[in-house]
Each structure stands twice: as structure tokens, then as C-alpha cells.
């Protein structure tokens, strides 16, 4: 299907390529790809503004995205011919799974890909740890981020369940966001990661 002929609120899950990976791999465009996912649709001038680089530069990232399927033009919301406006392809990007495995091929740029989202990961981890500490001392009056940790019993099934649930209510809170974009509020770009970990996942355990 046509990701245009799909209805806004339809996911399917679209397991990542070489080309896409290859294409994920530079910081800017990961930074181009979250914006858009978050605004839903944007020129590459309002975002050039927001990520503060040069316009000439995000649209050579964004056509590199746009070649690798990750993020598309969007003519129907355009002012007129000479118009552009970009949004993210719609639907679950994966890394690959048992039921749709990524290619051999793609191996060595798929481990560098994931090590460096990692990185990403655990940056951001520390810098809300960081923040936690000041916010909790009355240091930092700012929310600015937001760590939740629970415990589950569950099995396998139910664990899809959880996680369809979760990404349910975020995209309800994105579409409420899109809704009130013009409400005058302070809007910033959250970022949210959801992990879960098996209590036997390799490397957890401690001694």
C-alpha cells in the first residue's frame, strides 16, 4: 500500500534496510527524522530554523531520508507547486525480528546503527539523572524529563499486549498534540524510549 493511501492512524511495521540504516547513521537526519515524526508534517525551512543548520544543508539530509524511504514529500499540504512540505513515512521502523529478520548483508551497518542509538540512549539517560538529582534538591525548576520504572510479571503475549497498549496512548497524545499546536503553549521536543528487560536478558544480571 501507498504509505499516502494509508489512514493517519494505521501502523504497519517497516523493517529497516541497508540503505535506511546507512541513512539513520548521521546525527542530523535522526535529529530531522524525531522533528518530523513529532510535528507530523514541516518545510525544510521551519526546520531548518528549529534544528538551527543551514537550509541548503537539511534539504540535501532530507532528500538523502527521502531516498531511503524514511521520509516523504507531502504535496497535498504544499501552498502550491513550488511548495515542499515533508513528513515521515507512517508506520513502526524495526531493526528486524525472528518472524522478519534483517538480511545477513546488512550485519555490520545494523551493529552500527544500534551502537550508536545506544550511545544516544545512554546519554539521555544520563542527562535526566542529572536533572532528576537537581529537580528532586529544588535546584532545577524546569520539568525537562521524566524517568518511570515498574516491575511486571508477565508472559509473552502479554508483553505485546503491553506494548501495543503503550504505543497506543502515545499516539493519542501525539494526535492531541498536533490538534493543539496553535494553543500558544510552550511546545518542546520530548523524546520517550520505551525498554522492557526480561529478568534472564544476557548482561542484566548483577552479582
Known amino acids: 500500500m501507498d504509505p499516502k493511501e494509508r489512514n493517519s492512524t494505521e501502523e504497519t511495521t517497516i523493517t529497516m534496510t541497508s540503505s535506511m540504516l546507512k541513512a539513520m547513521a548521521n546525527p542530523l537526519r535522526r535529529r530531522i527524522v524525531a522533528t518530523l515524526s513529532a510535528t507530523d508534517s514541516a518545510r525544510a525551512t521551519d526546520l531548518a530554523e528549529r534544528l538551527d543548520v543551514p537550509a541548503n544543508s537539511l534539504s ?21 507547486r513550488r511548495d515542499r512540505v515533508w513528513r515521515a513515512v507512517r508506520g513502526r521502523f524495526s531493526v528486524g525480528s525472528p518472524e522478519a529478520p534483517s538480511s545477513a548483508d546488512d550485519a555490520l551497518v545494523l551493529k552500527t546503527y544500534v551502537g550508536q542509538q545506544g550511545q544516544e540512549l545512554v546519554r539521555q539517560l544520563q542527562a535526566v539523572l ?56 510552550d511546545r518542546r521536543l520530548w523524546h520517550l524510549t520505551t525498554m522492557m528487560a526480561r529478568e534472564d536478558l544476557p548482561g542484566l544480571a548483577q552479582d
Open 60 to 80: 540535501f539530509h532530507l532528500r538523502v531520508l527521502a531516498s531511503a524511504g524514511i521520509v516523504e514529500e507531502a504535496p497535498e499540504l504544499a501552498r502550491d
Open 130 to 185: 542529572d536533572w532528576g538529582n537537581a529537580y528532586a534538591t529544588g535546584n532545577e525548576p524546569d520539568m525537562r524529563g521524566v524517568l518511570d520504572l515498574s516491575n511486571l510479571m508477565l508472559n509473552a503475549d502479554e508483553v505485546k499486549v503491553l506494548e501495543n497498549r503503550i504505543m497506543d496512548v502515545v499516539g493519542e497524545a501525539k494526535r492531541e498534540s498536533l490538534r493543539n499546536a496553535d494553543d500558544g503553549s
